[in-house]
């Protein structure tokens, strides 16, 4: 039962991907995926930006309540997701590990829904920077994977390098093309498309069992 309870909170984590696309329908100008941050869409106030990087750029999110309940939602889904679902992985400390880096991304997640960029960057920044760690979880998961589970150690392990790879790219500027949100989103993304993926099999094989 409690791997089944986990294994829903993951599943809604797809929460994440389907407010996005709500919230930026209702920017004017447009919202753009590739040149905007994620936590643009959680800004509260319509106003000029004062980043260094993009001085002066007018941001506004009419549905900026909605990602911010978002990002909450997901995060404490997420969070509860690794805690309780940690039977259906092997007792190893890789796995420990990563599971304690995916809940801490979860943690994470909700500071940046409770403190916008806009409001408070101090904590914004420190629920932002918590997601980096997240993108090594499903990494560690994989390696930690048994054997007889291939697809799935695959997955985590794929899921992970994606993860890794993205934070360095947006950690370090070279966005190669895709943009500051496109580079943001290769490395924070991964994270929740292996939760809602894991959370479907989880349940499938603990379904199967009953």
Avoid: K
Avoid at 44 to 53: D, I, L, N, Q
Avoid at 114 to 142: E, K, T, W
Avoid at 173 to 196: I, K, Q, Y
């Amino acid at each position: 039962m409690r791997q089944r309870l986990g294994a829903v909170c993951w599943m809604l984590t797809i929460v994440y991907f389907l407010v996005q696309p709500v919230v930026a329908a209702a920017w004017d100008p447009a919202y753009s995926f590739a040149d905007n941050t994620i936590s643009d869409l959680g800004n509260a106030r319509c106003a000029p930006t004062g980043e260094s990087w993009r001085p002066g750029t007018f941001l506004c999110s009419p549905r900026h309540a909605l990602m911010n309940v978002a990002f909450v939602l997901v995060g404490l889904f997420t969070a509860a997701g690794a805690l309780t679902t940690r039977g259906w992985w092997p007792r190893h400390r890789l796995a420990g590990a990563g599971l304690a880096l995916v809940a801490v991304s979860g943690v994470g997640a909700v500071l940046v829904g409770l403190a916008p960029g806009d409001v408070n960057m101090p904590l914004h920044l420190v629920g932002a920077g918590l997601q980096f760690p997240g993108a090594i979880g499903p990494l560690l998961l994989g390696l930690a994977t048994p054997g007889e589970r291939p697809r799935e150690r695959v997955f985590s392990l794929a899921m992970g390098v994606v993860g890794i790879v993205g934070c360095a790219l947006f950690a370090s500027g070279l966005h190669l093309g895709l943009g500051v949100g496109g580079a943001e989103r290769l490395g924070f993304d991964p994270l929740t498309v292996w939760t809602v993926v894991l959370g479907v099999v989880i349940w499938r094989a603990r379904s199967a069992q009953r």
